[in-house]
T-cell receptor, first 116, second 114 residues
Framework: AQSVSQHNHHVILSEAASLELGCNYSYGGTVNLFWYVQYPGQHLQLLLKYFSGDPLVKGIKGFEAEFIKSKFSFNLRKPSVQWSDTAEYFC??????????????FGTGTQLKVEL | EPEVTQTPSHQVTQMGQEVILRCVPISNHLYFYWYRQILGQKVEFLVS????????KSEIFDDQFSVERPDGSNFTLKIRSTKLEDSAMYFC????????????FGSGTRLTVV
């Protein structure tokens, strides 16, 4: 079945540590890729998205992600995390070529806790 | 920055009761969506709506669910006879055209069925 996988469910880091959250998808064909963040009690906010072009995408708050087509991956990175990055992070895929229309399919999320 | 507004933020209802969750999408957006997130699980697509009709729906969106855009600004999700397993956070979203133009989510309605 087509799916989006986030292998890290809980990540705990100290401030200033580097972050990499994994995301893999199983769709063939053209995909549009997203990372969303959900701070406690708040709505989903878009961090970054990839549609085409440069596979290294830069988003808000210092986040970036790299699309590696051969690995079906879109990992999220940040060189130095801050306490305020504590949140849940969701990878999402839109796969119009597989009849997905405009819907997003989400991964299970990664809960990131940054300790002072 | 324009926002998608959802009301109420939290609703508690008894099993078997009907609930209506309300959303006001961004005014110039054309596509509207409902997603839900059961506690501890991933965000799941329910339905998309365009040009006053459902454009796509998931297996979750059975006959108990319906959507409506009653007055050109509100976008509602109705659950006719709620079950315990309908307890979840429900998110509304809208996009101006296709997904490439940006997906804006509301802050959600937490539905608790008791």
């Amino acid at each position: 079945a087509q799916s989006v996988s986030q292998h890290n469910h809980h990540v705990i880091l100290s401030e200033a540590a580097s972050l990499e959250l994994g995301c893999n998808y199983s769709y063939g064909g053209t995909v549009n890729l997203f990372w969303y963040v959900q701070y406690p009690g708040q709505h989903l906010q878009l961090l970054l998205k990839y549609f085409s072009g440069d596979p290294l995408v830069k988003g808000i708050k210092g986040f970036e992600a790299e699309f590696i087509k051969s690995k079906f991956s879109f990992n999220l990175r940040k060189p130095s995390v801050q306490w305020s990055d504590t949140a849940e992070y969701f990878c999402a895929v839109n796969a119009p070529s597989t009849g997905g229309g405009n819907k997003l399919t989400f991964g299970t999320g990664t809960q990131l806790k940054v300790e002072l | 920055e324009p926002e998608v507004t959802q009301t109420p933020s939290h609703q508690v209802t008894q099993m078997g009761q009907e609930v209506i969750l309300r959303c006001v999408p961004i005014s110039n957006h054309l596509y509207f969506y409902w997603y839900r997130q059961i506690l501890g699980q991933k965000v799941e697509f329910l339905v998309s709506f365009y040009n006053n009709e459902i454009s796509e729906k998931s297996e979750i969106f059975d006959d108990q669910f319906s959507v409506e855009r009653p007055d050109g600004s509100n976008f509602t999700l109705k659950i006719r006879s709620t079950k315990l397993e309908d307890s979840a956070m429900y998110f509304c979203a809208s996009t101006p055209l296709g997904v490439g133009y940006g997906y804006t989510f509301g802050s959600g309605t937490r539905l608790t069925v008791v």
